[in-house]
């Protein structure tokens, strides 16, 4: 296990504006601590460095683990959204039911691997929805 400092945690959760950089729940509204997750794995050659750390919520850096790639409907190999390169909306939108759903190849590797659209994950997303935090 990589050690973190707390001082390069915080900077990463304050960059991210304490919410997932990949599904955009914001770490207030669950009830367990944010991971920081190595956006190119340390087994594929990624650093510990700010670059290259994301701040991510339990879900989607669990289903992610050292994954940096994914195959798309057509079998073509796919690399998964990189919150350092890519911008959120042109791969990703949020629909009224909770659903995220994919705008780009990228999109669609990234919400398939980590499983964006559980059900459990969507409710909760569409609660977030209705109360105005996701618009």
């Given at each position: 296990?990589?050690?973190?400092?707390?001082?390069?945690?915080?900077?990463?959760?304050?960059?991210?504006?304490?919410?997932?950089?990949?599904?955009?729940?914001?770490?207030?509204?669950?009830?367990?601590?944010?991971?920081?997750?190595?956006?190119?794995?340390?087994?594929?050659?990624?650093?510990?460095?700010?670059?290259?750390?994301?701040?991510?919520?339990?879900?989607?850096?669990?289903?992610?683990?050292?994954?940096?790639?994914?195959?798309?409907?057509?079998?073509?190999?796919?690399?998964?959204f990189n919150p350092r390169i890519?911008?959120?909306?042109?791969?990703?939108?949020?629909?009224?039911?909770?659903?995220?759903?994919?705008?780009?190849?990228?999109?669609?590797?990234?919400?398939?691997?980590?499983?964006?659209?559980?059900?459990?994950?969507?409710?909760?997303?569409?609660?977030?929805?209705?109360?105005?935090?996701?618009?």
């Open positions: 296990m990589i050690r973190i400092s707390e001082k390069l945690r915080l900077q990463v959760a304050q960059n991210a504006d304490f919410k997932c950089e990949y599904c955009l729940t914001p770490e207030f509204f669950l009830a367990t601590t944010f991971h920081i997750d190595h956006i190119r794995s340390v087994k594929h050659g990624g650093k510990t460095i700010l670059r290259n750390l994301a701040y991510a919520c339990p879900h989607c850096n669990q289903n992610k683990g050292s994954d940096i790639a994914s195959y798309s409907n057509d079998d073509e190999i796919v690399r998964l890519d911008f959120w909306i042109e791969h990703f939108e949020v629909l009224s039911d909770g659903t995220i759903a994919s705008l780009s190849s990228i999109g669609e590797a990234t919400i398939n691997t980590l499983r964006f659209n559980q059900l459990e994950r969507i409710i909760f997303r569409k609660s977030l929805i209705e109360i105005g935090v996701i618009s």
